[in-house]
Every structure is written in structure tokens, then in C-alpha cells.
């Protein structure tokens, strides 16, 4: 959806609102002991646990899901190392098999569409691999691409980048008032 259009008409969003009003949701509804794993996977680690042909299909995936704008890209935030990280220390062995069964799923659908793996077809080409994999699950609980795309959603609205540079972020916030006018706050989003 381009800006002209989500701009002549303010009911209409983006997918990037859309995912930033969706995380910002799922954020209220965080646990603490769900904010300090997510810290703690934000920090770099010290190996790897994706395998090598998992490493570069999962940047290049969350780089289609989150993709640089106007806006850092998940991949300038650090997001494949963050779901590299999560997926190694902190995730369930239900949720390891669901993220890879994704990545697999990419991958053949990709080979079985355009012959090559994932990360090396176009952004065109990975965009449809991608389309085509969330339509087939559409509905599917649990959804191995719907995993993907939440871990790539959280990865991104916990960096430090993000919180900074795309939310707004005000440690002493002062007096509660319920109604500003987002043009008084520079049309910034907030994050905690």
C-alpha cells in the first residue's frame, strides 16, 4: 500500500502500522519473565545454533517480513541474530521443530517454485515464497510461518534501535493526559 494512499485515506493502514499496533498490543500483554528472556536474547551471542543453510533463510525471511523503508529493515536491527539466539536458549523444543519446520517449508517452496533456495531469489520471488506459505496456513494452529513472523515482530520492537529511532521512548513520562493530539508528540509512537 503506498504512503499516497494510506495518506488520502486516514482510515487505512500499512502493513508496518499494522504490525507496530500489533506489537505494541502484544507488548501490554508480556509477562516479566517474557521481558527479560527477550532481553537477554537481544544481547549478542556467543555462537551460533541455526545451522549454516538456516542462518542466511532466516535473515533473508525476516528481511521480506520487516523489510528497510523509510525505517530500519530487520536485518539492520539485528533480528536474525536475535532469532538465532531465541531460538537456541530460549524456546520450547515444540516451538525449535515449528520455527525450522518454517524455515523448511521456505525453502522447498522456493526450490519447488523458481529452483533456488531462498535467499537467493529476488525480493519479488521471496515476497511470493512468503505470500503463498502464510496463505496455505492461514487458519493453521500452530502456524510454523506465523512463529517465523512473531519471533521477526518481537525481535524488532525489542531492539534498542527501534526504540529509539522508530518509537518513542520517554522514561519519566510526567502527568498522565489522556487525550494529546499525535501531532503534539512529533507523530511518534510509544514504547516502554
Known amino acids: 500500500m503506498t504512503r499516497e494512499l494510506e495518506q488520502s485515506n486516514p482510515a487505512l493502514i500499512g502493513r508496518r502500522e499494522a504490525i507496530r499496533r500489533a506489537a505494541l498490543l502484544a507488548g501490554v ?109 492461514q487458519g493453521r494452529e500452530p502456524s510454523s510461518f506465523g512463529l517465523l513472523r512473531s519471533v521477526t515482530v518481537l525481535g524488532y520492537f525489542t531492539s534498542e534501535q527501534v526504540g529509539k529511532s522508530v518509537l518513542h521512548y520517554d522514561p519519566v513520562p510526567g502527568a498522565y493526559e489522556s487525550c494529546v493530539p499525535i501531532d503534539q508528540v512529533g507523530r511518534r509512537h510509544w514504547t516502554t
Open 29 to 137: 500483554a508480556l509477562s516479566p519473565e517474557w521481558l527479560s528472556i527477550v532481553g537477554r536474547a537481544q544481547t549478542p551471542a556467543t555462537r551460533t545454533y541455526l545451522t549454516a543453510a538456516q542462518g542466511p533463510l532466516v535473515s533473508a525471511a525476516a528481511e521480506r517480513i520487516l523489510p528497510r523503508t523509510d525505517t530500519p529493515g530487520a536485518i539492520d536491527v539485528g533480528v536474525p541474530a536475535f532469532i538465532d539466539r531465541f531460538y537456541g536458549e530460549f524456546m520450547s523444543t515444540a516451538d525449535r521443530q515449528l520455527l525450522v519446520s518454517a524455515v523448511d517449508e521456505i525453502e522447498k517452496a522456493a526450490s519447488t517454485a523458481h529452483g533456488a533456495s531462498f535467499a537467493a531469489l529476488t525480493a519479488m520471488q521471496q515476497d511470493a515464497v512468503l505470500r503463498s506459505i502464510a496463505t496455505a496456513q
